[in-house]
């Protein structure tokens, strides 16, 4: 079965860090890409970051370009995406998915709450 779980979420203040995780298990975790996606109370989700199976391939929205990094470590089956600089607008539930080439994003599981204050 596949599984990804969202960790490390918090409450930090505006100009404040947090480092997500994303544990894999379920398949072969260096085929797929992972992507990270977020959603606020009444607003749509959006897509925020993805990391390519291939090195080096990364994909961030405008609104966190330069503030967002995604990374992954394919051995020990995690994604990670380190936020610096948080604004009260990157407050939302955070999850993460994986695709292979030519599929879609459908692995959705439980996202963890990242809430910034002014």
């Known amino acids: 079965e596949v599984q990804l779980q969202a960790s490390g979420g918090g409450l930090v203040q505006s100009g404040g860090s947090l480092r997500l995780s994303c544990a894999a298990s379920g398949f072969i975790f260096s085929d797929y890409a992972i992507g990270w996606f977020r959603q606020a109370p009444g607003k749509e989700r959006e897509g925020v970051s993805c990391i390519s199976s291939i090195p080096g391939s990364t994909y961030y929205t405008d609104s966190v370009k330069g503030r967002f990094t995604v990374s992954r470590d394919n051995a020990k089956n995690t994604v990670f995406l380190q936020m610096d600089n948080l604004k009260p607008e990157d407050t939302a539930v955070y999850y993460c998915?994986?695709?292979?080439?030519?599929?879609?994003?459908?692995?959705w599981g439980q996202g963890t709450q990242v809430t910034v204050s002014s």
């Open positions: 998915n994986a695709r292979t080439t030519g599929s879609s994003f459908q692995y």
